[in-house]
């Protein structure tokens, strides 16, 4: 009865190369989001998503790309990644009228 | 824009020790203030919340109250255990969007 699920949990990959992380979310949110986390720790965001807006975080490389299928999921993929990609990634979710987010486990990124 | 500031770490104590992870924020308005743990490898969880002014959340033995006038949110716990060893995030919401500090590590030694 996982609320927020990730796949893969790690994922290895060699620059250049373009990969997808899923997100699925049972818990009726109408909100999700992506998160990078470096590794002092610092998270950004990147995107939230409902089903009317996509908030992108304009820092964040047009290489990158949400896509959701349905309310429950969003999906990340990234184009041609490069070293600097090589992060944790959280996928997260939250009610509409809440605040309180919802976090998956993360996706451990290396681009070698 | 509006912003978290919380200490730097690691901040590392005794067991049993007491503990303050200090948070202070700029925002326009009245936000929610968060405090979320991440346990080692594992995604962020929700630790305590507060809503409004001079509300003090709590959770598993940890408190912070929402101080107005000093703008800040300071998480406290009398006594802590090993287990509590983990990153602590200190958040604001800012139109649904949260703004975070950027992560306090502590470390609780035996």
């Known amino acids: 009865d996982t609320a927020v699920s990730q796949t893969p949990k790690y994922l290895v990959t060699q620059m250049g190369n373009d990969k997808s992380i899923k997100c699925e979310q049972n818990l009726g949110h109408d909100t999700m989001y992506w998160y990078k986390q470096d590794s002092k720790k610092f998270l950004k965001i990147m995107f939230s998503?409902?089903?009317?807006?996509?908030?992108i975080n304009e820092t964040v490389p047009n290489r990158f790309s949400p896509k959701s299928p349905d309310k429950a999921h969003l999906n990340l993929h990234i184009n041609s990644l490069e070293l600097g990609d090589s992060a944790v990634y959280f996928c997260?979710?939250?009610?509409?009228?809440?605040?309180?987010?919802?976090f998956g486990p993360g996706t451990r990124l290396t681009v070698l | 824009g509006d912003s978290v500031t919380q200490m730097e770490g690691p901040v590392t104590l005794s067991e049993e020790a007491f503990l303050t992870i200090n948070c202070t924020y700029t925002?326009?308005?009245?936000?929610?203030l968060f405090w979320y743990v991440q346990y080692p490898g594992e995604g962020l969880q929700l630790l305590l919340k507060a809503t409004k002014a001079d509300d003090k959340g709590s959770n598993k033995g940890f408190e912070a109250t929402y101080r107005k006038e000093t703008t800040s949110f300071h998480l406290e716990k009398g006594s802590v255990q090993v287990s509590d060893s983990a990153v602590y995030f200190c958040?604001?919401?800012?139109?649904?969007?949260?703004?975070w500090g950027a992560g306090t590590k502590l470390i609780i030694k035996p």
């Open positions: 997260a979710s939250s009610r509409a009228d809440t605040d309180t987010q919802y």
């Open positions: 958040a604001l919401d800012s139109n649904y969007q949260l703004i």
């Open positions: 925002a326009t308005g009245y936000p929610s």
């Open positions: 998503y409902n089903n009317k807006e996509l908030i």
